[in-house]
């Protein structure tokens, strides 16, 4: 049984127009860069790019432990490696792949990259399974 692909579920999701796709085997992450999202220079801000990996990995962690994507994890640690900038109009995609772990821990990879290819973001993190409610 598959995900939901969640829009406007959260705070962030309302705040930042990202969508939440778990309707496969692994989650991504997918938003279009606007003027909410950059900084200074113009270009993405790097802690929506993390927000965008996070996401994904914690999703595909999430379908990991159970195969609607609804069980919940938390991130215990996420490393962000920022390899090009992302600018407005660009469509991003956050995917992510299940690299070990056991019953309640997690060990994920993650590639933010634009609809043409280009990899904007790439990261590791271990995400931990909660108890429900």
Not at 19 to 38: K, P, Q, Y
Request: hydrophobic content about 40%; cysteine-free; proline content about 3%.
């Amino acid at each position: 049984m598959a995900g939901p692909v969640l829009r406007d579920e959260t705070g962030a999701q309302r705040a930042l127009g990202y969508v939440l796709d778990l309707s496969g085997e692994t989650a991504r992450a997918t938003m279009t860069v606007d003027d909410r999202h950059t900084n200074r220079t113009g270009r993405l801000h790097g802690g929506l790019a993390t927000l965008l990996l996070d996401s994904a990995m914690g999703g595909t962690a999430s379908l990991a432990l159970d195969p609607d994507g609804s069980h919940p994890v938390v991130t215990l640690s996420l490393t962000t490696n920022y390899l090009a900038a992302g600018a407005p109009g660009d469509e991003l995609i956050a995917t992510a792949r299940i690299q070990g772990g056991g019953r309640k821990v997690k060990y994920v990879d993650g590639t933010l990259a634009t609809a043409d290819g280009r990899i904007i973001a790439t990261a590791t993190g271990v995400f931990k399974s909660i108890a429900r409610g």
